[in-house]
């Protein structure tokens, strides 16, 4: 028999023996992001409507189709957020944040909504990791937002991987290109699909959206229909990475992004082990966001993360995430005795005072049951999957020192009680 109740299709629970991934990437991510100069900025899951179809763009996949749209009850149209950079626009043009900043670079992490279809890696609610470089332009800063991208994969053990990228040019160059393109794809309207017609009419970019196999938009797309525009900062940005930085990008044109607000550089980033839906992040330049929303001229760009997708891809890569977590775990290992009340009550407190210091840095740790005989507490912390057991019984007490067991080499090393992180640090990720 079922349960009576039941996740909403496409939003999922993440449960204990899941979550610990969750928490260990996105605690990596603040570490990284914070080290480089980047604050955390968070936003409410509801926003007017209005904000989404300006930004995002009325012609665009998401707009049209995937958002989760109502009248609340002081009849305002308002919609769960479906990305990120329209409501951290929103928030810095509100509070007014670059009028105390020349520039702001942020991060942040969050769940996002869009009604569609769910497949491997995006959900109806999907995360995201993400950063907004704001009030800086110039293509030197479009070489940092990738090479930030990169080295945060590689952080995390993410390598095989693909960076594809594009050039949209600016407005004016758009206009031309995208012109260009709408009278191509109008000499063949009726072969498109019911979707497409109508992307012709209120974005042709969107037509890259298509994902219906028999649509005519598969085979009209040359390098002459689009992009990118050849500048001097466009050849900066590929020289740059690929001699400054050994990073190959690979030359996209059908790459646009699905947001109207791109222009310029843009670039996405594929791995393996997940299938078609392979793009992992994605980003690029929004130079006139701000000022289309009331917040004046502010260049920006930045990229997004999907985390389900990123998770999925370091499980089947060579990372094995799921190993590394348990051996980053310390399991206590109180040896207490019945007949030792005294003796017993002095290793309780040794071990939740250490706990509560390792936890406070950042270790994560499993305290083992009391009255356990020492056989018994390796046969657990080895059931776990933990490396090092950290054992304390009379003798330790007295030497006011730990035993600290490296289950993986099978040896272990005495510490004293006050050095025990000192030591963990050191074979360890804290």
């Excluded at 179809?53 to 609340?72: A, L, P, Y």
């Excluded at 090092?388 to 019984?393: D, L």
Aim: with cysteine; charged share 30%.
């Amino acid at each position: 028999m079922g349960a009576k109740y039941q996740a909403l299709k496409g939003m999922e629970d993440i449960l204990p023996g899941e979550i610990e991934k969750w928490q260990w990437l996105e605690t990596k991510a603040r570490i990284f992001f914070e080290s480089r100069g980047f604050k955390e900025i968070r936003t409410p899951l509801l926003e007017p409507t209005e904000l989404f179809v300006r930004s995002v763009g009325e012609g665009s996949e998401i707009v049209h189709k995937q958002m989760f749209s109502f009248e609340d009850r002081g009849e305002r149209n308002v919609s769960l957020r479906p990305e990120m950079t329209a409501s951290v626009a929103r928030a810095v043009i509100e509070h007014g944040l670059l009028k105390t900043n020349k520039s702001l670079r942020l991060y942040y992490i969050g769940p996002m909504f869009r009604a569609e279809r769910p497949q491997a890696g995006r959900k109806r609610q999907f995360h995201q990791i993400g950063i907004e470089i704001i009030n800086e332009e110039g293509w030197q800063t479009d070489v940092d937002v990738v090479v930030l991208l990169y080295y945060f994969f590689q952080y995390l053990g993410l390598k095989e991987i693909e960076l594809k990228i594009n050039n949209l040019g600016d407005r004016e160059y758009q206009k031309k290109a995208t012109q260009k393109l709408r009278e191509n794809i109008l000499k063949i309207k009726s072969k498109l699909c019911p979707d497409c017609q109508w992307r012709v009419e209120k974005n042709v970019l969107r037509i890259f959206d298509c994902k219906e196999t028999n649509c005519a938009t598969a085979s009209i797309v040359s390098k002459e229909d689009l992009f990118p525009a050849q500048t001097e900062d466009w050849d900066r940005v590929r020289d740059y990475l690929q001699d400054g930085y050994k990073i190959n990008p690979k030359l996209d044109y059908k790459l646009v992004r699905g947001l109207d607000y791109y222009n310029g550089i843009v670039f996405e980033v594929v791995a393996k082990g997940l299938g078609a839906q392979d793009a992992v992040a994605g980003g690029g330049r929004y130079d006139s966001l701000y000022e289309s929303l009331g917040g004046g001229n502010a260049p920006a760009t930045g990229f997004s993360i999907g985390m389900e997708r990123l998770l999925t891809a370091l499980e089947s890569g060579n990372s094995f995430l799921s190993k590394r977590l348990t051996e980053d775990f310390v399991y206590f290992a109180p040896l207490t005795k019945e007949d030792s009340s005294r003796d017993n009550c002095k290793i309780s407190n040794e071990i939740v005072e250490a706990m509560a210091k390792l936890q406070q840095l950042g270790v994560r740790v499993i305290a083992g049951k009391h009255f356990l005989g020492l056989t018994d507490h390796l046969k657990t912390a080895n059931k776990i999957g933990v490396k090092y057991v950290v054992i304390v019984g009379s003798d330790e007490l007295a030497r006011k020192e730990w035993t600290v067991k490296d289950m993986s080499r099978n040896n272990q090393e005495k510490v004293g009680f006050g050095k025990l992180f000192v030591y963990l640090k050191g074979v360890i990720s804290v």
